[in-house]
């Protein structure tokens, strides 16, 4: 995983911790254990009353450990707005009973 990690190198990537949490920034480096260098590091949490909140990070260091397989990709949405948005909670439709 880690030579394929080297196109990401000085771009915007998403980071999907273990425990969930959701790490942007720029990869500015990485080492054979994936433990991974996020430059301008915010996290990105979702509410159902304030919407998408951000935390600013600054460097943030993210050990491999908490990188699960397929954790890691491009961020596709780092330039948009996200204010508005709200997390609603949405029901899984049950199946009718026989």
């Given at each position: 995983m880690?030579?394929?990690?080297?196109?990401?190198?000085?771009?915007?990537?998403n980071?999907?911790?273990?425990?969930?949490?959701?790490?942007?920034?720029?990869?500015k480096?990485?080492?054979?254990l994936?433990?991974?260098?996020?430059?301008?590091?915010?996290?990105?949490?979702?509410?159902?009353?304030?919407?998408?909140?951000?935390?600013?990070?600054?460097?943030?260091?993210?050990?491999?450990?908490?990188?699960?397989?397929?954790?890691?990709?491009?961020n596709?949405?780092?330039?948009?707005?996200?204010?508005?948005?709200?997390?609603?909670c949405?029901?899984?439709?049950?199946?009718?009973?026989?």
């Amino acid at each position: 995983m880690t030579s394929s990690l080297e196109s990401y190198m000085n771009r915007m990537v998403n980071v999907v911790t273990g425990d969930g949490r959701i790490i942007i920034g720029l990869l500015k480096g990485f080492d054979q254990l994936i433990n991974l260098v996020i430059e301008d590091a915010h996290e990105r949490s979702f509410s159902e009353t304030e919407g998408v909140l951000t935390t600013p990070l600054g460097l943030y260091i993210i050990r491999g450990e908490n990188v699960p397989i397929g954790a890691f990709f491009p961020n596709f949405l780092a330039l948009g707005r996200f204010e508005n948005f709200k997390n609603e909670c949405v029901q899984t439709p049950r199946r009718p009973t026989k």
